[in-house]
Each structure stands twice: as structure tokens, then as C-alpha cells.
T-cell receptor, first 113, second 109 residues
Framework: DSGVTQTPKHLITATGQRVTLRCSPR?????VYWYQQSLDQGLQFLIQ???????AKGNILERFSAQQFPDLHSELNLSSLELGDSALYFC????????????FGPGTRLLVL | EDQVTQSPEALRLQEGESSSLNCSYT??????LFWYRQDPGKGPEFLFTLYSAGEEKEKERLKATLTKKESFLHITAPKPEDSATYLC??????????FGKGTSLLVTP
């Protein structure tokens, strides 16, 4: 158990809908990262937050957004969903966000029908 | 552009048959190389971090080594429970991780 929690574990929805994925980092970690994993693309970095502020963006679509709250939990919002958004979404956390080890949560499996 | 390439894509071993997985990288100013293990449908599990050429780290049947251009994950006398996908990654923009596509390892009894 990494100490990172994610909810829900599974999500099934329809094209065009909007969903929210939630992540709670390990106790004491200030940085949260979101990654997407699909069969053909591997693990792709989406976005990073550090202590409530956006720090870096990766291959995140404009339809996706995220935020980190004062209690340091984070939410990833996916809107206008398409079939191709079906994937595993992982959250990771690290102490400071400065290149130290990232610990991953169990993931949310999203299926868009 | 920073790149991480892992080989082979898949590896099948008999129990007890030692082997090595390769991770080659092109990055300016390495700030660490990370190895993770991932079981199907689960989150990556941290194994090792290496920071400088010549560094080695061990955990049970696994040993990770680092040179200036690549890292190896050596698996000694593997057991079926070592079957998993092994991922390597290097930090890039904002210290997020750039992952290779992984090596899928199957160890048969």
C-alpha cells in the first residue's frame, strides 16, 4: 500500500459526459501528479500540482482540468468524454515535487461507452 | 526531446533463469532514474532510484545498475511471483516522470 488513495476504482460513462476523479496524497506529500495509461500509449504525464499551485503540464487535453485543494487532495475533471479517453488514470504524490520518488495510487479505470 | 527506451518488450523466463532488462535514456542532466514494477490493472510500485553512473541497488532478487546512457535491471533466479511489467522513468519538465513502455516479464514454473 503506497498510501495514495484514489476514488472511484471504476467508472463507466457515456460519450459527452463529464466525470471527476479524486486523489488523496500520502500524508505529508505536497506534490500531486496525474498520469494516463492506455494500452497503446503507456504511462503519460498529464499535470502536476505543488501545494495548491499548478507546476507543470504534460499531454493534457483542453477538455481535462485539475485542481489541488487546501487539504492537498486533488481532483481531475474530464469533460466531453470520447471513446478514446477510456484508460487507467493514476495519481502519484511526492514530498516536494523536486525529482524525489513518486508513489502511485491504485488508479481509476475509466470506460467511455 | 528526452526519451526512454526499454528492451525487450516482452521476456519469458523459466523459474531460476536469470536475465537482464534494459532501459536506455537520452536526457540532458540526469536527475535520477526510477524503476517501478506494475501488476496488471494496478498502480506502479516503486523499486529503485539511481542518481549517478556506477550506482547499484539491490532488493531481493532484483539489482539495478546505472551507466551514463542506460540502466539494467538484473533478475537473479526469478520466481513466478516476479512476473509483472517493469517500467523505468526519468524526470523531465517540472520533475514529472517520462516513462518507457515497459518490459513485460513472465516467469514460468
Amino acid at each position: 500500500d503506497s498510501g495514495v488513495t484514489q476514488t472511484p476504482k471504476h467508472l463507466i460513462t457515456a460519450t459527452g459526459q463529464r466525470v471527476t476523479l479524486r486523489c488523496s496524497p500520502r500524508s505529508g506529500d505536497l506534490s500531486v501528479y496525474w498520469y494516463q495509461q492506455s494500452l497503446d500509449q503507456g504511462l503519460q504525464f498529464l499535470i502536476q500540482y505543488y501545494n495548491g499551485e499548478e507546476r507543470a503540464k504534460g499531454n493534457i487535453l483542453e477538455r481535462f482540468s485539475a485542481q489541488q485543494f487546501p487539504d492537498l487532495h486533488s481532483e481531475l475533471n474530464l469533460s466531453s468524454l470520447e471513446l478514446g479517453d477510456s484508460a487507467l488514470y493514476f495519481c502519484a504524490s511526492s514530498a516536494q515535487g523536486g525529482g524525489e520518488t513518486q508513489y502511485f495510487g491504485p488508479g481509476t479505470r475509466l470506460l467511455v461507452l | 526531446e528526452d526519451q526512454v527506451t526499454q528492451s525487450p518488450e516482452a521476456l519469458r523466463l523459466q523459474e531460476g533463469e536469470s536475465s537482464s532488462l534494459n532501459c536506455s535514456y537520452t536526457v540532458s542532466g540526469l536527475r535520477g532514474l526510477f524503476w517501478y514494477r506494475q501488476d496488471p490493472g494496478k498502480g506502479p510500485e516503486f523499486l529503485f532510484t539511481l542518481y549517478s553512473a556506477g550506482e547499484e541497488k539491490e532488493k531481493e532478487r532484483l539489482k539495478a545498475t546505472l551507466t551514463k546512457k542506460e540502466s539494467f535491471l538484473h533478475i537473479t533466479a526469478p520466481k513466478p511471483e516476479d512476473s509483472a511489467t517493469y517500467l523505468c522513468a526519468v524526470p523531465y519538465s517540472g520533475y514529472a516522470l517520462n516513462f518507457g513502455k515497459g518490459t513485460s516479464l513472465l516467469v514460468t514454473p
